[in-house]
């Protein structure tokens, strides 16, 4: 994973509220065996309506999404993140974020920012014609207009997401207590080890 | 004497392999389904590590979201191809990829091919008390079995294939009661859209949800499996119910299941993993059986839940704003006026199906109803899709199948079919389907496609009348 600390930039003022991820991209572009290339698909069904903000030229090559509550609700298809990403998008701004999407943009360094719908209600308006800019060292976002908002990320994300880690790298770093845990557990519970042959 | 804990934290507690100081677990995957669709980056990002699955006899891999409904296997017993290139692609990553990996596969036209969270529970290899994934978010499903069940990405998916773990930090605990006894027309299906009606489409967000209370005592297995299917709908990271005597009566037998001495000790494990008195969740939602009549999807949200005797709201109705301003737009998607009685929408299309609806049982339900009737003149397209070839075979057994075909509907091979529309089984723009799937999402059926969820047994009385239809109109 790439490392990220900050974006800065315009952001598209989505606004809505359980935007799922049938919505970021829809299930035919989900054939692919490859992680690139999705974000011709994203938006695809609301890209679709004239006049919608992800072809406005005014937010060309946003890197920042700001949406109402539960986004990301739905499938757990990865694909909505890596579409995201390749629509240039870095960080989503909204009050709460389904748990799966919330996870896939971590391991995908894309910023899942929680904030309270005031802030989102605030930063709707700033991103009609100014920059946003986030911190996420300090854990902010900050506007132009002297606006603050300060969030929470859980430490270790925080720490994975500015350093770049390889999740799976630091896992096996723990190679030798999974070891101990499938010695004990296999003594314990023996009938764990499923018949599949 | 220990503090009482709920069953989801015996379970959590039961697989930290580490903690750390910020209190992210390291947590042991039990169990870990592969389907085509999630997992080619997956398999491709070990090859490029140069790193092995760590535990393949803990893994099941099996086609699901991309194959063809039609026969499988022409006149003369060989293969029929896959017209779509980047189906038949996908299917094959995952049928090179499986065995590259020394990872068991069940291939399209094995009998115990099937949708993952079908196959699971059918061969035993689902199993109270464990920890099971799958990239896919309707593995919650499992946890009507009492198995922590959810849902993760593609770089989980990698993660689990590479270390048999997850990094994880714990989630809230939920109990969701649902108390008496169901009525006439209701199932499992009217109980959890009634349920994700109540608790909104976030309403679970953060939460693992236990389901309890005489209703879910009384349900099958099949029933249990359906309303914990639908977890992820009501925003649960997982749904669980509580393993008891039904449980071990399903799961006895089953090929994958622990055998003698190995069966009894497992029982007495399973047991003993039932919520202690006393427990404390973070959260309690009560719901009264009465308050649930055979239940059906007006919007684009699973949330967007009316009794069938409803009518379509006014969006300006709703206290929230967003909440107004979403319904408009989910109106104006599914063409449908305020004020319209939910019995007076024609529908055009049936399916019924999915890993939410396509067991033994939902099978039955729905040819209860068909059984002696035709599907209407308007209906232009209904199949039926089983949830596993074993389903498929035990219903033609019954002669469900020869039910389904005198009512005009069509008996199809087991996949995950019209619920999401990546085979060739899609709703066409505009027209409407009552369907037994688990979402309403703009286009999840096909481009400009216009879902309204319900149970099997809606889903046929809606094939008869040709519109949505209280389905004890039929029956009582």
Redesign the interface.
Known sequence: MKPISSVNGRAYPL????V?T??II???W??????SGLGKGAF??LREVPGNVFDDPAYAAAPILIA???FG??????HA?WAMADLGISAVIAP?????FS??AF??GLLAIVLPQAAIDRLMEVAQTDNIHIDLETQTVTTPFQDRFVFEI???RKHCLINGVD??G???K??D??ST??TK?SAQ????????? | MPTPQTLYEKIWNAHV??Q?D?G?C?I?I??HLVHE??S??AF?GLRV?G?RV?RP??T?AVPD??LPTTARLDGNGQHVPIA?P??A??LE?LERNAPEFGI?YINATDIKQGIVHVVGPEQ??S?PG?TIVC???H?ACHGGLGALA???????V??VL????L?L?R?KSMEVRVEGALGPGVSAKDVVLHITGVLG??GG??HVIEYTGAVIRALSIEGRLTISNMA?EH?A?AGLVAPDDTTFAYLKGR??A??GA??D??VA?WRSLATDAGAVYDKVVTINAADIGPSVTWGT?P?DVLPITGIVPDPSAFADP??Q??AR?SLAYMGLTPGTRMTDIEVQNIFIGSCTNSRIEDLRAAAAVLKGRKKADNIKWAIVVPGSGLVKHQAEAEGLDRIFIDAGLEWREPGCSAC???NPDKVPAGERCASTSN?N????QG?GARTHLVSPAMAAAAAVTGKLTDVRELTT
Request: charge should be negative.
């Open positions: 606004g809505l509220k359980n799922d049938d919505i829809p299930a035919p989900l054939k692919t065996i490859s992680r695809e069904a109402g509550d539960n609700c739905g499938s757990s298809r990865e993140a709460s974020f389904s748990d799966i996870g896939n391991k995908n859980d430490p270790f999740e799976i630091l896992t096996l723990s190679s207590a999974i845990y499938e557990i519970q023996p009938w764990l080890t499923p018949n599949i042959a | 392999v580490e750390r910020d992210t390291l042991f039990d169990r669709v999630t080619p980056q491709e590590a790193r760590r006899d803990l099941l979201h991309n779509d980047e189906s692609q996908q990553a068991a035993g290899f199993l464990t990239g896919d978010s593995t959810f849902g993760i990405g593609t770089s989980e990698e993660h590479a270390t048999q773990t990094q930090t989630s489409a976030s967000t953060g992820i925003g990271r090929p994958m622990p055998k190995q069966w000790a497992a494990y949200s949330e967003s909440k301003d979403a737009k999401l529309g990546m979402r999402f703009v286009g999840r481009p």
